[in-house]
């Protein structure tokens, strides 16, 4: 009989480099390396303001894994790791990681190679995996004109675009080749175009990615570079990749997805925070996006990153501190299409304002798991991966939005989940009457949030009652397992049914060999995986 401690082996000695679609039943948790985590534990001052390094390290990270894993994250999204600028700027010191200089020598202020490496292999070991963020269009300098020599490896002058910032964003001819920032710091634009450069930045790539065993690459500023630049440097990392084109418009966003793996969904996102910030926010409008961009991206938005905070906006929370708003807004990365994303922090209630307030040190809030919004990120995970075992289209199946009767609330139903949110905020008593819920009559369904139970009506329908302005978010009790960390006490579903979902999804992630040992042996054994 084969232990799950075999199993673990099997999955902690493959290197995962894992395709688009081993990526699309993950869940991403993102953190800024320099604020996550410090090496020894210790709690240091950190004043966002000063916008300086404060000590978050490589290896802070991988003593913190628990914290991850314990809230159901399966993969983490870390800074850039190569060598930025040095010393203080107009605007203070490169603790972010996005002002490279040198592209072929790591960021010592994260640690060493050695200790990137052993954060990737602590991540296989747990069946987690590691994204890395990357940026190609731009090194960055600290006067104008800038010290071409202190760049590596493209040193020249001739190696970037002529001098000119970006002002007409219109214009994709200038957003592509121009500058970002401005002369105090400015953001040199790399020549993409030229040959050399662009087989340079190949290799750089697929070497990275080998040298530290990433699972996945985040490209920063993808709508500055030409488009027809990314298939080959996507082919070249040989990994999962999503861009960053930050832009409100679909009709936009959606080209890229025809040249990468993934985008972020910055159109969603947009609508995302204009519909729950306030208790006027317009459901309809956020609905209308997603159901353009199910239309129009090549996948459409089956692998988009589904998120409602990240490094370079305002946390949500300091735009509002109504807490049934901000657990309605949360909920909407889980219960969708795309892959989830939680920017770190989110979880404690963190609430900085822009770039650098919502950068905060994490050390700081104790990483209290004993927490609301951490309690609810716990639920809106189990319950996705739940979802995916008891559904084998699952991912496959776009989401559709049902009538609810009423423009606070929303129903967003993907089976066997149906997501009830509401914009009422948490004054108010929130109800849905969903005819068309889709569930079997007279079905027995719970709230996986509240565990509360709901029955469905003699057609399948639900008719909900919430309070203080909650959302909810149903599943079918025989979707749940009895032993899962979710509503256990009034699950209904085998265990058996549970084992195979894990023993296919692991298998995802496995080479052959091994993905045929572990499907051999599931068909010889009755041993449960719990």
């Given at each position: 009989?084969?232990?799950?401690?075999?199993?673990?082996?099997?999955?902690?000695?493959?290197?995962?480099?894992?395709?688009?679609?081993?990526?699309?039943?993950?869940?991403?948790?993102?953190?800024?390396?320099?604020?996550?985590?410090?090496?020894?534990?210790?709690?240091?001052?950190?004043?966002?303001?000063?916008?300086?390094?404060?000590?978050?390290?490589?290896?802070?990270?991988?003593?913190?894994?628990?914290?991850?894993?314990?809230?159901?994250?399966?993969?983490?999204?870390?800074?850039?790791?190569?060598?930025?600028?040095?010393?203080?700027?107009?605007?203070?010191?490169?603790?972010?990681?996005?002002?490279?200089?040198?592209?072929?020598?790591?960021?010592?202020?994260?640690?060493?190679?050695?200790?990137?490496?052993?954060?990737?292999s602590a991540l296989h070991d747990?069946?987690?995996?590691?994204?890395?963020?990357?940026?190609?269009?731009?090194?960055?300098?600290?006067?104008d004109p800038p010290n071409f020599?202190?760049?590596?490896?493209?040193?020249?002058?001739?190696?970037?675009?002529?001098?000119?910032?970006?002002?007409?964003?219109?214009?994709?001819?200038?957003?592509?080749?121009?500058?970002?920032?401005?002369?105090?710091?400015?953001?040199?634009?790399?020549?993409?175009?030229?040959?050399?450069?662009?087989?340079?930045?190949?290799?750089?790539?697929?070497?990275?990615?080998?040298?530290?065993?990433?699972?996945?690459?985040?490209?920063?500023?993808?709508?500055?570079?030409?488009?027809?630049?990314?298939?080959?440097?996507?082919?070249?990392?040989?990994?999962?990749?999503?861009?960053?084109?930050?832009?409100?418009?679909?009709?936009?966003?959606?080209?890229?997805?025809?040249?990468?793996?993934?985008?972020?969904?910055?159109?969603?996102?947009?609508?995302?925070?204009?519909?729950?910030?306030?208790?006027?926010?317009?459901?309809?409008?956020?609905?209308?996006?997603?159901?353009?961009?199910?239309?129009?991206?090549?996948?459409?938005?089956?692998?988009?990153?589904?998120?409602?905070?990240?490094?370079?906006?305002?946390?949500?929370?300091?735009?509002?501190?109504?807490?049934?708003?901000?657990?309605?807004?949360?909920?909407?990365?889980?219960?969708?299409?795309?892959?989830?994303?939680m920017y770190y922090g989110q979880?404690?209630?963190?609430?900085?304002?822009?770039?650098?307030?919502?950068?905060?040190?994490?050390?700081?809030?104790?990483?209290?798991?004993?927490?609301?919004?951490?309690?609810?990120?716990?639920?809106?995970?189990?319950?996705?991966?739940?979802?995916?075992?008891?559904?084998?289209?699952?991912?496959?199946?776009?989401?559709?939005?049902?009538?609810?009767?009423?423009?606070?609330?929303?129903?967003?139903?993907?089976?066997?989940?149906?997501?009830?949110?509401?914009?009422?905020?948490?004054?108010?008593?929130?109800?849905?009457?969903?005819?068309?819920?889709?569930?079997?009559?007279?079905?027995?369904?719970?709230?996986?949030?509240?565990?509360?139970?709901?029955?469905?009506?003699?057609?399948?329908?639900?008719?909900?009652?919430?309070?203080?302005?909650?959302?909810?978010?149903?599943?079918?009790?025989?979707?749940?397992?009895?032993?899962?960390?979710?509503?256990?006490?009034?699950?209904?579903?085998?265990?058996?049914?549970?084992?195979?979902?894990?023993?296919?999804?692991?298998?995802?992630?496995?080479?052959?060999?091994?993905?045929?040992?572990?499907?051999?042996?599931?068909?010889?054994?009755?041993?449960?995986?719990?």
């Amino acid at each position: 009989m084969l232990t799950t401690a075999f199993v673990t082996t099997i999955l902690a000695s493959s290197a995962f480099a894992a395709s688009a679609d081993q990526w699309q039943n993950r869940s991403i948790y993102q953190l800024v390396t320099d604020r996550f985590a410090t090496p020894d534990g210790s709690s240091p001052s950190c004043d966002t303001s000063q916008r300086q390094y404060c000590g978050g390290t490589w290896k802070g990270v991988a003593n913190k894994l628990d914290y991850i894993q314990n809230m159901g994250f399966d993969a983490i999204w870390i800074s850039p790791i190569v060598a930025n600028v040095e010393g203080n700027t107009s605007y203070g010191e490169a603790f972010h990681g996005y002002w490279t200089q040198d592209i072929n020598s790591l960021n010592s202020h994260f640690g060493s190679a050695d200790d990137l490496k052993a954060l990737s292999s602590a991540l296989h070991d747990r069946g987690m995996y590691l994204m890395v963020d990357v940026v190609v269009n731009h090194m960055v300098g600290t006067s104008d004109p800038p010290n071409f020599s202190s760049f590596q490896p493209f040193s020249s002058q001739s190696d970037f675009h002529s001098e000119c910032f970006v002002s007409n964003y219109d214009n994709q001819t200038e957003v592509e080749q121009c500058w970002l920032g401005d002369k105090n710091v400015p953001l040199v634009d790399l020549n993409t175009e030229d040959a050399g450069i662009v087989k340079t930045m190949n290799t750089w790539i697929s070497t990275l990615v080998g040298n530290y065993s990433v699972d996945g690459v985040r490209i920063d500023t993808v709508k500055h570079v030409r488009k027809d630049f990314w298939p080959d440097f996507a082919k070249s990392a040989g990994v999962f990749t999503i861009g960053e084109v930050l832009h409100n418009e679909t009709d936009y966003v959606s080209a890229y997805t025809q040249v990468l793996d993934s985008v972020l969904d910055y159109p969603t996102w947009f609508l995302l925070v204009a519909a729950f910030q306030t208790t006027g926010g317009n459901l309809s409008a956020l609905a209308a996006t997603v159901q353009q961009a199910q239309g129009s991206y090549k996948k459409g938005e089956f692998m988009t990153g589904s998120f409602l905070e990240n490094h370079d906006q305002p946390r949500f929370q300091s735009l509002t501190q109504d807490q049934a708003l901000v657990k309605n807004a949360m909920t909407w990365p889980f219960i969708q299409d795309g892959v989830p994303i939680m920017y770190y922090g989110q979880e404690q209630s963190y609430a900085g304002g822009p770039d650098p307030a919502n950068r905060e040190a994490l050390w700081l809030s104790g990483y209290v798991e004993d927490k609301p919004l951490v309690k609810h990120v716990k639920a809106l995970n189990a319950a996705r991966k739940a979802a995916i075992s008891a559904n084998s289209n699952y991912l496959n199946t776009g989401v559709k939005f049902l009538s609810t009767g009423s423009e606070s609330s929303m129903a967003v139903s993907k089976p066997p989940m149906l997501a009830l949110l509401t914009n009422g905020g948490s004054s108010s008593t929130p109800s849905w009457t969903v005819s068309d819920a889709g569930y079997q009559a007279n079905e027995e369904l719970i709230d996986v949030l509240s565990c509360q139970k709901v029955t469905a009506d003699g057609n399948g329908g639900v008719s909900v009652q919430g309070s203080s302005g909650s959302p909810q978010v149903l599943m079918p009790t025989s979707a749940l397992n009895k032993s899962g960390s979710i509503c256990a006490e009034d699950a209904t579903g085998g265990q058996a049914s549970a084992a195979q979902g894990w023993i296919e999804r692991a298998a995802e992630s496995l080479p052959i060999a091994a993905a045929l040992l572990l499907a051999g042996w599931a068909a010889q054994s009755s041993l449960v995986i719990l």
